[in-house]
């Protein structure tokens, strides 16, 4: 009697829970749950209709060699069907919200409004909408309502203008990919509150977006809560900052910054120096077109144990470059081309056998062979 109480306790309790809950069953005849809640559903195929499939708006294999190959995703998705079940949709399932849409790489061609329907998707954890064509769509501020979103990557998907401090709302970010929107501008305050706001973001990536007038200081802003930052070639000018804070890098790119262009800048010995004592987690470094002049090598020498690449091309780097490096144990990316003052040598049995690139043309380093 008592364990029969208790289950139908127990049924009680689910039957209470699920008409609670807001999960939606709508059984067929072959009793199959319809998990996607109807608006959100009727959302989706609205934006599927804002789109045109065209067999260019996703990179080509040829530009991202290691890239699956593109294919129009929301073509799976019908009325009528479980909205969850739809390819790149994923749904939370005691909710039925839809949490997660991935369409990278989809074809997709068009401009997304502020009235688009995406913007109804406020449940939305996890957003990738990379390698599609939005037409220079402007980043629309609606993108700053999915309180919830911990990952948005809306790499190389064509969308231009002034970029919308509304996304500095997304405080729950952990990565964040804008890159490769070549007319995408970001001005200095609004970096300067993405930066406070977004307090857990772990992996930054804003390469080729236009920050030409946000101030380098600007970064002693970021979280110490990252580890990837990508900022190739963003027109970044002047003194190269003080990041000696971001102790859990493991990835710094900020090549074709601070130098040899147009735009011109450097790094400060001491500042150099900070870096190399305090990033002691860091793997790959590219500072490649970063004015390092007035940097010596040698402080090159201290730079983490668990080096696996290390970019410095056209740096103007004068001076001894420190062998040590090369014994790294990990090291399997060494490139110093295009340091002409560059000097020190190198010996064949100091590598390891890890050692996949090794790039010293317009160098003054000789390799011996043993
Ligand atoms: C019932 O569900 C099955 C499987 O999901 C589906 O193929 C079928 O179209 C549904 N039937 C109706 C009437 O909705
Ligand atoms: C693409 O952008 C151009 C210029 O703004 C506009 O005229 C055109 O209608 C847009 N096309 C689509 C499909 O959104
Ligand atoms: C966001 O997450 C919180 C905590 O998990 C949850 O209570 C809330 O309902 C979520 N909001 C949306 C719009 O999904
Ligand atoms: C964003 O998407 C692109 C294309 O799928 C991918 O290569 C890149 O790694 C993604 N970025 C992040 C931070 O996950
Ligand atoms: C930071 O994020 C919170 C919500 O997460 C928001 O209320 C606040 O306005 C944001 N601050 C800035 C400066 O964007
Ligand atoms: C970047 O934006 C600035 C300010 O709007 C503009 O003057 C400059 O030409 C842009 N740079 C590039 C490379 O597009
Ligand atoms: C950090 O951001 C604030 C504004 O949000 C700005 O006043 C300050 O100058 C920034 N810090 C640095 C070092 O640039
Ligand atoms: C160096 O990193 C440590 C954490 O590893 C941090 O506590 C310290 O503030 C950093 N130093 C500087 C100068 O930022
Ligand atoms: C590199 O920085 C040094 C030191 O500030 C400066 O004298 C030199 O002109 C810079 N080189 C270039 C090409 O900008
Ligand atoms: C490298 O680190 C050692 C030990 O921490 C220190 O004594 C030395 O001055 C450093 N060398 C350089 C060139 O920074």
């Given at each position: 009697m008592g364990s029969l109480a208790r289950f139908l306790s127990f049924l009680l309790f689910h039957l209470y829970f699920h008409a609670s809950s807001s999960l939606s069953f709508s059984f067929n005849s072959s009793f199959s749950a319809m998990l996607c809640q109807h608006d959100q559903s009727l959302a989706l195929l609205q934006f599927?209709?804002?789109?045109?499939i065209r067999s260019d708006a996703s990179p080509r294999e040829?530009?991202?060699?290691?890239?699956?190959?593109?294919?129009?995703?929301?073509?799976?998705?019908k009325e009528g069907t479980d909205c969850c079940s739809w390819d790149g949709i994923t749904c939370d399932f005691e909710t039925g919200n839809v949490i997660g849409l991935h369409l990278s790489n989809s074809l997709l061609f068009g401009t997304i409004y502020s009235n688009n329907p995406l913007f109804f998707l406020l449940h939305l954890q996890s957003l990738d909408l990379s390698y599609n064509d939005f037409n220079n769509s402007h980043l629309s501020p609606q993108f700053g309502q999915f309180l919830n979103l911990t990952y948005l990557n809306l790499s190389s998907s064509n969308f231009g203008g002034e970029f919308?401090?509304?996304?500095?709302?997304?405080?729950?970010?952990v990565s964040l990919d804008l890159s490769r929107n070549d007319f995408l501008i970001l001005e200095t305050t609004i970096f300067n509150k993405l930066a406070q706001n977004l307090t857990q973001l772990q992996e930054l990536d804003l390469n080729f977006v236009n920050m030409s007038l946000v101030a380098p200081s600007s970064l002693m802003n970021l979280s110490s809560s990252l580890t990837s930052l990508r900022l190739i070639d963003c027109g970044l000018h002047g003194k190269f900052p003080d990041i000696s804070h971001l102790s859990k890098l493991v990835t710094i790119d900020l090549s074709w910054n601070f130098g040899i262009?147009?735009?011109g800048g450097f790094i400060e010995p001491m500042i150099?120096?900070?870096?190399?004592?305090?990033?002691?987690?860091?793997r790959d470094l590219d500072l490649s077109m970063v004015n390092m002049s007035i940097v010596a090598p040698s402080s090159?020498?201290?730079?983490?144990?668990s080096l696996s690449s290390l970019a410095l091309g056209f740096c103007e780097l004068q001076g001894k470059f420190p062998d040590n490096i090369i014994q790294r144990p990990n090291l399997q990316l060494l490139d110093l081309w295009g340091n002409e003052h560059l000097t020190g040598s190198l010996t064949r049995h100091n590598w390891k056998n890890s050692l996949r690139h090794l790039d010293l043309s317009w160098t003054k380093i000789p390799v011996y062979l043993d």
């Open positions: 599927k209709k804002t789109f045109s040829s530009d991202f060699p290691y890239h699956p190959k593109p294919y129009p995703k929301t073509e799976s998705w919308p401090f509304e996304i500095s709302y997304l405080s729950g970010l262009d147009s735009y150099f120096e900070k870096l190399v004592r305090n990033l002691t987690m860091v090159l020498m201290n730079l983490s144990s």
